[in-house]
């Protein structure tokens, strides 16, 4: 939780500095596309967190990512497959590939590391191949199938106060039933969001009220949900931070641990996979070479950032999804406050280091104060 | 045999690499029976259980549950059989509270989702039920080792199983808790349950058990019941003859004094500051529940945990305790408590584990002396019986007690200035521990000042020229020789004051 | 089979990307028109691969081979060795100080003054103008942004002139604002286009400088509904930008012919396989210029285009 | 030690296959060539080895190669600097890299995947901006200073012969001084290729006996040796091996792990900063965006190859060597048999899955037949 409120904060002060020195970053326009990218890369983020948390790690996501994006236009263009066997096939494909993961980690014990990595040098060079190298698109057609990840169905501000609104809800009921009365401190936030939400429709009818939610940010909002429901509410997510603490200690309290890690695996595939289909549909052109490329760090380090420690056993959704935003409002603003676009990769490197590095000294600061205090 | 016992084990063999850890064991339980399986250190206890828990695979040989033939291949399948066994090693989840490592793979849920209401209900009363002092709400993160053998052994009793195997479950508790443990140990008995109980301490063994079957060399050597259980014939029985004890202490008063700590203050307690000396020659004890800051202290001297202030000086000189590097260079050693976290090289052999801290002595030229390393390592391997096929054995297929004896050796070796022990001899079995208590005297005499925690109140005892009793991070006592006592020693840990402080 | 008598050339490109795919489709063509076996190679990583593969190319022992240096200057020494063993000419860019042959292709520098007019003639008021393009190390990509911004601002032919990407210039209404880079990445391609619409309210003109850049600087303008309103000026020969010229939504492009690169290639090291020394151009330079597409001769070009790599599909 | 044997009969394989089908692969100019490169890889897979060896990773190896490539061309060509003064600088530069890596992790106590990814976008980053992203070379000049990386002062059969010679005498001094005499294992096998040295000489005088050693393969073999020498038969070695296995028991048993931990990152950079300005050497071109993408990659796969284990503790520098080769060996192959190059990443990635599964396998059965038998 406090790593997820330090990391909140980088977020607040990245979008603050940048709005005062360029107010464009508040344009509609602006906000959609940062959305936007932030849920397209937020859906691969939750993904390797799962893996992050067993303990593991995933290289292939942008390989699986690349692969997706060319299989998708290839089975559509030139296959004549309908859009949504298309999307069956590739998504069955990511889960293919999961489950092979997961089974060489558990069965065989190979390292996650060595099997992923063979992973994005083998399902790279199996995209190249198998579109000779040729770029995929879905030209002009399929407008409608494009929606899911170029369409803006609803506000941001409506789907925000919607969730707000589930949140405390949810809370009421929780404290019911575990009969101890909703918290003060969640129930305090889901209204002050919710009535924030509402505010903006007031207040900035024209401005922020027009904000539109592209359809991924929706996407990764359910599963954002779905993750965190797991991970906090239900026993497979219980194991899962046990398996990633000490195995032997799940295993010996009968978890049956390879399940979970298959499962891990396979859930970190499925989304990387979906992730790919959302990116192909976005960017509509894709060469099998390149599209995806270090994509699996990106979402690797905004996992870490969002709070996922690499020895497993922690890291929250919301840590993770704010990780994936702060990467990309910080690309953002290197772009709007004309920046040299070559320092791009210097300025995020910086910017996760110092992150990582606050957190452990504060971290540090904290548990000396509290130790004086006591 | 009674016609249908409630387990039964027949011609169980099983195999190593280089040993043959069990041939052919024979073993029966009753329901409401309590079984102690003793034997010396790589006897084969653990292993026959964690066979029967489903975690080795045995090569030979029948279980039977009620006259049933059961062949658990996994923890789970055990559980299923209503198996429940406490662990020699610590295996907890601690990122996770008490409360969900007690329940951890037997959630309850409702509507599919995990009912931590219930969990954080049930693990309370289990808590409590085994003498815990702290909430299932506790990060195992912070808890001591003890406290975390709490958490372990509420596990096991929250599984309602038929047969508790409990591998050497006491080997962190003081007096306090184990009694305690006994009780609810004996209460099973009354329900019906078959208890399996693995322990060290001999005289836990005459509290508690009905019946004794007894390992050697993976062997079925014996077995006693009613009266015939007592130390002499459990000792003859395993180690195969008598044991001949010298308990015989040196005259020679202690020397200058060595280590000198004043006010210090540690980091969980830090209203408490502690003082005391250690002369050289001196063994000192300190003695406390569980939970009452013993580790805290060694740990703080070695320069592990934060020193939040005081002096501590080693021969009048002030030590600086930025790290353990720093403390070793004053000529401080510490054997640690938590020997799998702590201590070993798992996977290294023993003789690189037993080598490790004299490495820089054996170097010649910047280069290693590997002749000269596998000779001390011999040497050492041969003082105190570490039970091996040869050096080169990896130290994790050790047994627990010999594991315990190999991070021994590491610092007995390098012969230090100041020696802390923390819970030196935990599991180690009673042959073997004479030698070590010998070894440590013997450095001792030589002229080394000797400060060590132990949950097991017979050591201190036995041991300590002065015993430090430890209450809730506070020195609640100091007691000489002459004055010291089971019930004096007690009277202090659990709160009294008394006995002469400093 | 009479393999073995065959010769065997290799056709080496200086990344992966679908202009070199319609290239390779010319080299193809041409290996089957005179009768050799071509090796196509793509490298990923640039300078390394290509010295890499060329390493391999000369130990299996080609008999020629047609290369597009990423790093001329620095290459000379490497392309000379390569000389030393086999027949070596350029395509695409030129290595004007190695022993190469011949260079087959055209002046990069000339087609971005096409691609610059092209802008002029979609901005008759001046405006302003972002240049988008996957990497700026190439000799011929940074030949063509200057060529692209010296005609825009009517500057004289220097080909050796340089503007640091970051800094706007801008002389006689025009300015150019600002040089993109993605490392070709599509995804990083269409955010660099969004940021652009997001920045500069009101920008006149995108130009997309390698052949992917033009239909990613669309994408990003019809989640903006801004199409028209800004216009896009292409370089290559996407299928999207062909339609989008069609569509009226694109001005024009400079489109080069990358088919011919492949074909022209093969056909001179297969003569020179075969000792025909006559194959090769007259002055070394082999032009094949580039063509100006617009909503005029789009139709045309494209029929063309799909005729020829159709053909060899 | 049967890891290493196990991964020398897959490149011995690799070599007598290749060699079937072209025999090109074994004449003089593909032979340095493969030579070369490995060497090149090896150079920084033997420095990644030593922080795998601890339990950490470098991932910035690739962005240093690429960085100190970029600034030795921009140092001499540019600025100016004698060879000598650029190289050191280079080289220094590298080491306060490793330094600062070792210390974030160590001191601050930060997870080696994280800083060393911050290093490889930080240090990418910086590469672009310093070059304001123009391909570095150094023309036409410096030859001398190239013959560094492209001169081939003897012959690969005298080199291996004075190493095998060496290898004779090592063991022959090592017998007498432990008083056991020589063993009869390694005294043979240095002895046979000893001898086999020899005899290409007279067998092939015109072929293999002709095949040259390039200059990085001699650096290489300085470079392995002393690794070896290090991690085998010094204090040092046995600490790092240590710290891999268990970090806290190696503090409780008084090792100074910050030290060997920082020295272990400090040996990766170094020998990533020389690689570095090896490769440029060699190249010529340096494109500072593209130039080493991945290199940590190779370099992590050919010593998880090799038998280092990414869990710490395991890995021999013989091992990783021959990893490497390989590595190279494989990309040589799929060039000479005219093997698509697209499928070039799927057959390396497949190669090494298949590899270390084999390994696991073969480990596995030996343990279950051993155990069986006893
Ligand atoms: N995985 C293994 N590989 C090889 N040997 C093993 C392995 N596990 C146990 N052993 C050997 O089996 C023998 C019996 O060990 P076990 O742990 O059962 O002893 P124990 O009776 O529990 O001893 P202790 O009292 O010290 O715990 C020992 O010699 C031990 O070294
Ligand atoms: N990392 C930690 N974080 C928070 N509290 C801790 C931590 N380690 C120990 N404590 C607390 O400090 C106190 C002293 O623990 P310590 O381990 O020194 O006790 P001990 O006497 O050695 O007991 P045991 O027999 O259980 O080992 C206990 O209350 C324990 O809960
Ligand atoms: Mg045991
Ligand atoms: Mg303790």
Chains 1, 4 share one sequence.
Not at chain 1, 241 to 252: E, F, M, Q, S, V
Not at chain 3, 117 to 136: K, Y
Not at chain 3, 143 to 161: C, T
Not at chain 3, 173 to 192: I, M, P
Request: negative net charge; proline residues 4%; charged residues 20%.
């Amino acid at each position: 939780m406090n790593k997820t409120l330090g990391i909140l904060g980088l977020l607040v002060l990245a979008c603050v500095a940048t709005a005062l020195i360029n107010p464009q970053f508040v344009s509609a326009y602006n906000l959609q596309n940062v959305i936007r990218w932030t849920s397209l890369f937020g859906i691969l983020s939750i993904g390797v967190a799962f893996v992050i948390i067993t303990g593991g790690i995933d290289l292939s996501i942008g390989s699986v990512v690349g692969l997706v994006g060319c299989l998708l236009p290839l089975l559509m263009v030139e296959h004549g497959f309908s859009p949504a066997a298309a999307i069956g096939a590739v998504l069955g494909l990511s889960v293919a590939i999961g489950l092979f993961h997961g089974l060489l980690i558990t069965k065989l014990g190979l390292q996650p590391f060595v099997v992923t990595l063979c992973g994005l040098l083998f399902y790279r060079g199996y995209a190249r191949f198998v579109t000779g190298d040729q770029t995929q698109g879905f030209g002009t057609g399929f407008e409608t199938l494009r929606g899911l990840a170029t369409g803006k169905p609803t506000t941001v501000a409506t789907s925000i106060a919607v969730l707000a609104a589930g949140a405390l809800l949810l809370e009421v009921l929780r404290g019911r039933r575990e009969q101890e009365g909703p918290r003060r401190g969640p129930l305090l936030a889901a209204g002050a969001v919710f009535l924030a939400a509402l505010a903006t429709g007031v207040f900035d009818p024209g401005g922020l009220a027009q904000v539109r939610a592209p359809a991924p940010f929706l996407i990764m909002i359910v599963i954002a949900l779905a993750a965190g429901l797991f991970l906090n509410a239900t026993v497979g997510g219980r194991y899962l931070y046990a398996i990633g603490r000490n195995l032997t200690a799940a295993r010996y309290s009968g978890i049956d641990t390879d399940r979970i890690v298959i499962g891990a695996y396979v859930a970190c595939s499925a989304l990387a996979g979906l992730g790919g289909v959302l990116f192909a549909l976005d960017v509509n052109s894709v060469q099998p070479a390149m599209h995806g490329n270090f994509y699996e760090l990106y979402a690797i380090a905004a996992a870490v950032l969002g709070g996922c420690s690499l020895r497993g056993g922690e890291g929250t959704v919301t840590g993770v999804v704010i990780g994936a935003a702060v990467m990309r409002v910080l690309y953002n603003s290197i772009n709007l406050l004309e920046i040299p676009t070559q320092l791009e990769f210097s300025i995020i490197g910086a910017v996760i280091l110092l992150g990582v590095a606050a957190d452990e000294l504060v971290r540090r600061t904290v548990a000396r104060r509290r130790r004086g205090g006591s | 045999m009674s016609s249908r016992a409630l387990l039964e084990v027949r011609g169980v063999s099983k195999s190593f690499p280089g040993v043959r850890a069990l041939e052919r064991v024979d073993l029966h339980l009753d329901e409401g029976e309590i079984l102690a399986v003793i034997g010396e250190n790589g006897a084969g206890k653990s292993t026959l259980m964690r066979i029967l828990a489903g975690i080795e695979s045995r090569d030979d040989g029948v279980v039977a549950i009620d006259g049933e033939v059961v062949a658990p291949e996994s923890p789970r399948e055990a559980a299923g059989l209503g198996i429940a066994l406490i662990h020699q090693e610590l295996n907890l989840a601690d990122n996770l509270d008490a409360g969900a490592n007690v329940f951890l793979g037997r959630e309850p849920r409702r509507f599919g989702l995990v009912d931590r209401g219930a969990i954080r209900a049930g693990a309370r009363s289990v808590l409590e039920r085994v003498g815990a002092d702290f909430s299932p709400d506790a990060p195992v993160a912070d808890l001591s080792v003890g406290r975390r053998q709490q958490v372990e052994i509420a596990k096991a009793l929250s599984c309602d199983a038929r047969i508790l195997i409990m591998d050497e479950p006491t080997s962190s508790l003081s007096r306090a808790e184990s009694e305690r443990l006994f009780t609810l140990v004996r209460a099973l008995r009354g329900r019906g349950v078959g208890v399996v109980y693995i322990t060290h301490r001999l005289g836990e063994v005459t509290e508690l058990a009905d019946r004794v079957v007894v390992l050697r060399d993976g062997r079925n050597a014996g077995e006693l019941r009613g009266d015939e259980i007592g130390h002499d014939a459990m000792v003859r029985l395993m180690v195969g003859r008598d044991l001949t004890v010298s308990d015989t202490r040196s005259a020679a008063g202690p020397g200058s004094v060595r280590l000198k700590v004043e006010a210090l203050a540690t980091e969980h307690s830090p209203q408490s500051p502690l003082s005391f000396e250690v002369r050289s020659g001196e063994v000192v004890g300190i003695a406390g529940l569980i939970g009452a800051g013993r580790t805290e202290v060694l740990e703080t001297l070695f320069g592990l945990r934060p020193r939040l202030s005081g002096v501590v000086s080693v021969d009048g000189v002030a030590l600086d305790t930025r790290g353990p590097r720093q403390a070793i260079d004053a000529g401080l050693a510490l054997v640690p408590e938590d020997r799998k976290r702590d201590g070993l090289f798992a996977e290294m052999s023993v003789r690189e584990n037993v080598t490790i801290t004299g490495l820089t002595a054996l170097s010649r030229a910047g280069l290693l002396d590997r002749r000269g390393e596998r000779r001390l390592a011999r040497d050492l391997v041969e003082r105190i019986r570490v039970r091996t096929t040869d050096i080169e054995q990896p130290v994790a297929t050790l047994s627990g007690g010999n594991q315990q004896k190999t991070v021994l050796l590491r610092w007995l070796a390098v012969r230090p200035r100041v020696l802390l022990l923390d819970d030196p001899t935990r599991g180690v079995d009673v042959a073997t521990r004479h030698e070590i208590y010998s070894m440590i005297e013997e450095l001792a005499r030589s002229g080394a000042a000797v400060l060590f925690a132990s949950s097991d109140l017979e050591e201190v005892l036995r041991l300590s020229d002065r015993i430090l009793v430890m209450h809730e991070g506070d020195l609640a006592g100091v007691l000489g020789r002459a004055e010291a006592s089971e019930e004096a020693v007690m009277r202090l840990a659990t709160g009294a004051r008394g006995g002469a402080v400093g | 089979d009479d393999g073995p008598q065959r010769p065997q050339v290799a056709y080496v490109t200086n990344g992966i990307a679908s202009f070199w795919t319609i290239a390779a489709a010319g080299a193809e063509a041409g290996a089957e028109a005179f009768d050799v076996d071509c090796d196509v190679r793509m490298p990923a990583s640039g300078s390394e691969d290509q010295k890499r593969i060329l390493e391999d190319l000369l130990a299996r022992g080609v008999d020629g081979i047609a290369i597009s240096p990423c790093d001329a200057q620095n290459q000379a020494g490497l392309i000379d060795e390569a000389c030393a063993l086999t027949h070596v000419i350029t395509h695409d860019s030129d290595a004007p100080l190695s022993q190469r042959l011949c260079y087959v292709g055209m002046d990069n520098y000339a087609a971005g003054r096409m691609c610059g007019a092209l802008v002029r003639e979609a901005l008759p008021d001046g405006g302003t103008v972002m240049l988008f393009i996957g990497r700026l190390e190439q000799d011929n990509a940074r030949l063509r942004r200057q060529g692209v911004i010296d005609e825009i601002l009517g500057r004289s032919f220097d080909s050796s002139r340089h503007d640091p990407p970051d800094q706007p210039v801008s002389a006689a209404g025009y300015t150019v604002l600002d040089t993109r880079t993605d490392q070709f990445d599509r995804s990083r391609a269409k955010a660099n286009a969004e940021d652009a619409l997001a920045l500069y309210p009101d920008l006149g003109c995108m130009v997309g400088l390698f052949a992917y850049n033009p239909p990613a600087c669309l994408e990003a303008l019809r989640g903006a509904g801004r199409v028209g309103k800004v216009k896009v000026v292409a370089f290559d020969e996407a299928d999207e930008t062909l339609q989008g010229i069609l569509d009226g939504e694109v001005h024009g492009t400079v489109a080069q012919d990358p088919f011919r690169y492949g074909y022209e290639s093969v056909r001179i090291l297969a003569g020179l396989a075969r000792g025909e020394e006559g194959v090769l151009p007259a002055d070394g330079y082999l032009d094949i210029p580039a063509t100006v597409v617009r909503a005029d001769n789009v139709e045309a070009f494209r029929a063309t285009l799909r005729e020829l790599t159709g053909a060899s599909r």
